[in-house]
């Protein structure tokens, strides 16, 4: 029993769909149509809807933006319902509304459950609930690193256990050789670097600045340069406040104020507002005497001597040749001066460095030997099992004489690490070369499927794989984008057939153009154009009965009306049911 089922799709300003609801079937949902109605617009809508990239050619011409909604019956306590509602998603009565909005001029918006989201959530949630593959995924699979990522989910933890191992020590190794190489190969540079740095840290001990010395020498010169004029100011100051010795009979600013307390003093008892200010008078005059005393402190005690002053500028002017080299202020020479000691303890330590780094790097390679060598082992085990599944599996698709294998193999590298007695070379997901061998019949060597396949038969290589993959890893929803491209006869009627009892454990959805395959499903969608070349809601419907027969005939033979395709297209259902009812209690895989 499907636990999540993709309900239905709505389609808006989406290529050449102005407006349409697409109805899925929790089994097998085939989707036809003429070509170019817009059958492989299903297969972008859902791509969008798991996060693919938005392109704005995709926007209906005319139109501000393309919206694509989706509902997805997901059980409470499923992983992808936890993390949406991590992500402050609410389900709907048990399902996940899902919509995904791209404008015309690029912007691309992504809400789920109601809440907006990040378009990498839905990719994130894409990897549990979807698997779509196309055109393009039957290209994807002739590369050889698309076949050892295929071979490595298929042995599950008796790769992934170990991989996780190689890869953390091979990113170590790399990060240990890189400084490694650095260290030996920049040995002139460094050496010069330490020897520049040395020169500095002796040229400021030399020194001996201290914080903030810069500062308070520069206020010390000022002081000194104008020692006479400071004097004479303070003196004259003092002799306003507090009277010039020389000058008995002058009148000062503190006999004044003294005046004027003595005579509200003689009057204060009889009005408390004109006692208030003989007091205020008495602060006044206690203020100008400290004010005084504090000018003949300052006129006594400042420095004229010009020695003094030559010693302060000679100070700064060596303070100023540091700060010229290393720094805007003493504070930031300092700063230098600290960092570069680290920097040289660093520099005067390499002899060190690449001992151990040198150590290290051995370890590490003969570490990285030893799983690689394990990887190499897990996926040899892994291979021969999948091999013979993929293979059971052509054999129901129309290939009984076809054989699968895996030619897993390294290569030599003077400069690599050690696995099995030679020196191979290794890279980020271990030391070997997967890749998938067919021989389509007896006595055919087994040659790399992109040399040794036609498009049908790749074709079914793929729809193979993703069968064994739903018996050990299985996704809920399954997308194929003509699968059965380049099939015809009894092979497309093998691949409905394998199709449909996938559907018994999975929901499958289906661009098809081929009826052999359509007949088998359990729901088929038609996708047709108006007049005006447009898909509206109408153009998207179930066929059911007579409207099925009649889109079987078309697909058959162009002709919805000829009672030859008719009589086939009744033919192909019936043998569809039949295949249905023997299926049952049997289900695939």
Not at 190 to 212: F, N, S, W
Request: glycine share 10%; hydrophobic share 45%.
């Amino acid at each position: 029993m499907v636990m999540f089922v993709l309900e239905e799709m709505r389609i808006r300003s989406l290529g050449v769909i102005d407006d349409a609801v697409v109805e899925l079937s929790p089994g097998f949902t085939a989707v036809t149509g003429e070509t170019g109605a817009g059958k492989t617009m299903v297969v972008t809508s859902l791509g969008l809807l798991l996060g693919g990239r938005a392109d704005p050619a995709l926007v209906r011409i005319g139109a501000g933006k393309a919206v694509v909604e989706g509902r997805i019956t997901v059980p409470d306590d499923a992983a992808a319902a936890v993390r949406a509602e991590e992500a402050g998603a609410e389900l709907d009565d048990g399902a996940l509304l899902i919509s995904r909005t791209v404008s015309a001029e690029g912007r691309s918006r992504a809400h789920l459950g109601g809440r907006s989201v990040p378009v990498g959530m839905l990719a994130e949630l894409a990897d549990e609930l979807v698997a779509v593959h196309g055109q393009t995924d039957q290209q994807g699979l002739l590369k050889l690193s698309r076949q050892r990522q295929a071979l490595d989910r298929y042995a599950s933890d008796a790769v992934a256990v170990p991989l996780a191992k190689y890869t953390e020590a091979y990113r170590r190794l790399r990060a240990v050789s890189a400084e490694l190489d650095e260290i030996t190969t920049r040995a002139r540079e460094r050496a010069q670097e330490a020897d520049m740095l040395r020169y500095g840290l002796d040229e400021i001990a030399a020194v001996e600045p201290r914080t903030g010395e810069d500062t308070e020498l520069a206020e010390e010169a000022e002081r000194l340069g104008h020692a006479e004029a400071l004097s004479s100011a303070a003196t004259a100051a003092h002799a306003a406040l507090a009277g010039n010795p020389e000058d008995p009979e002058g009148i000062d600013a503190a006999t004044l104020v003294a005046g004027a307390q003595r005579a509200l003093d003689a009057v204060r008892s009889h009005d408390p507002a004109l006692a208030s200010l003989a007091d205020r008078i008495g602060e006044v005059g206690i203020l100008l005497r400290d004010v005084a005393g504090e000018l003949a402190g300052y006129a006594d005690d400042l420095d004229a001597d010009p020695l003094r002053l030559g010693a302060v500028e000679e100070r700064r002017a060596a303070l100023t040749g540091l700060t010229r080299k290393y720094g805007e202020d003493v504070a930031a020479v300092l700063a230098w001066s600290e960092s570069s000691a680290q920097r040289l303890t660093e520099l005067d330590s390499d002899d060190e460095r690449i001992g151990e780094l040198t150590s290290e790097r051995d370890a590490l390679r003969i570490e990285l030997g030893g799983l690689a060598q394990a990887l190499t082992d897990a996926r040899t085990d892994a291979a021969e099992r999948f091999a013979a599944a993929v293979t059971a599996e052509l054999a129901s698709l129309a290939m009984p004489h076809a054989r699968v294998s895996f030619d897993i193999r390294q290569t030599e590298d003077p400069e690599g690490i050690e696995v099995g007695g030679r020196t191979v070379a290794c890279g980020p997901s271990g030391a070997d070369e997967v890749e998938l061998l067919l021989a389509p019949h007896p006595g055919a060597p087994p040659r790399p499927i992109a040399k040794g396949a036609s498009g049908g038969e790749l074709s079914r290589v793929m729809l193979a794989v993703e069968v064994v993959f739903a018996g050990t890893d299985p996704v809920p929803t399954y997308l194929f984008d003509e699968v059965d491209a380049g099939v015809g006869g009894k092979a497309a009627v093998e691949i409905g057939r394998r199709l449909a009892r996938l559907a018994k454990t999975a929901q499958v959805v289906v661009v098809t153009h081929l009826p052999q395959v359509a007949a088998f499903a359990d729901r088929q969608l038609l996708v047709e154009k108006t007049n005006e070349g447009s898909v509206t809601r109408s153009g998207v419907k179930v066929l059911e009965g007579e409207e099925r027969i009649r889109e079987l005939s078309r697909m058959l033979a162009g002709q919805e009306d000829s009672e030859t395709a008719r009589a086939h297209a009744e033919e192909l259902l019936e043998t569809a049911r039949a295949d249905a009812s023997a299926a049952t209690g049997n289900v695939c895989p």
